[in-house]
């Protein structure tokens, strides 16, 4: 592991970091292939319900890929393959995972860094964050899946928008568009951070699952959907133990205490 990637555990939520704060957190190979390292580790701790991404430093969420990096990791046809090859692999892990994520936005979130937290169910950002896609300022090739991505969230109009001029959205501009969910003053951007997470993790994890399966199958083309995936899901709601706690809590008026079985 990198020391440019460290993991955070707070309760039953897990924390991902991106740690290069002298670059604004830019990304390096090393740093996708500890990233993924990290996310695989919390895919498989059933202790973990929640999953935040978020970036070192008051500057920066990921300020998109390492240029100084490029002439080593980029420049020649295989490292661009195998550069690729382990950053998208980090990517769609954390845009298919079954557990609930969330990005923690802390100033500028810009290229694959913005990518990254399109992956995220939540993005929360600090009033001065900044956002924007400048491929086309720096001649890179931006694919579908990630354009898509974007569309899907943000409507055609602005991801044209966004891509075509590479220009940085402010925060309340970004929020307009719904490419985050949330936005508050840098100085409470913990506390909501915090809220959100904890509400969230203290839910019944298979509802929770249930509900995060149904929204990757939701963002599928129809013909690819597999709702036996979701029907499954919801199954695993209704025979849990967690459905009858959830009930008996209710009746008792006492909060539930969910085990995720």
């Known amino acids: 592991m990198t020391d440019k990637i460290l993991t955070q555990r707070r309760g039953s939520v897990a924390w991902i970091v991106f740690n290069n704060p002298a670059r604004h957190n830019a990304v390096s190979l090393e740093m996708w292939q500890g990233a993924a390292d990290a996310l695989r580790g919390f895919m498989d701790d059933e202790s973990v319900r929640l999953i935040g991404i978020t970036g070192a430093g008051e500057k920066a969420f990921i300020s998109g890929a390492d240029i100084s990096k490029f002439e080593d990791e980029r420049a020649q046809a295989e490292a661009v393959k195998k550069y690729d090859a382990i950053s998208t692999g980090f990517v769609e892990a ?26 995220c169910d939540l993005r929360i950002a600090s009033a001065d964050s900044q956002f924007g896609i400048p491929a086309a300022k720096l001649g890179l090739g931006y694919v579908y899946k990630n354009f898509r991505r974007l569309a899907d969230i943000v409507g055609l109009a602005h991801a044209r928008e966004i891509t075509f001029t590479g220009e940085r959205i402010d925060a309340a501009r970004a929020y307009e568009m719904g490419l985050v969910t949330r936005v508050v003053p840098k100085a409470r951007l913990d506390d909501e951070v915090t809220k959100m997470t904890e509400t969230i993790a203290a839910n019944a994890p298979l509802t929770v699952r249930a509900f995060k399966i149904n929204a990757l199958e939701h963002a599928k083309d129809p013909a690819d959907r597999d709702l036996r995936r979701s029907r499954d899901a919801v199954k695993a709601c209704f025979d849990s133990q967690d459905y009858v706690e959830g009930r008996r809590a209710f009746m008792e008026k006492r909060p539930p205490q969910f085990k995720g079985h």
């Open 94 to 119: 954390l845009a298919t995972i079954e557990k609930p994520t969330l990005a923690r936005i802390n100033g500028y979130c810009l290229g694959g860094g913005l990518n990254v937290a399109l992956c």
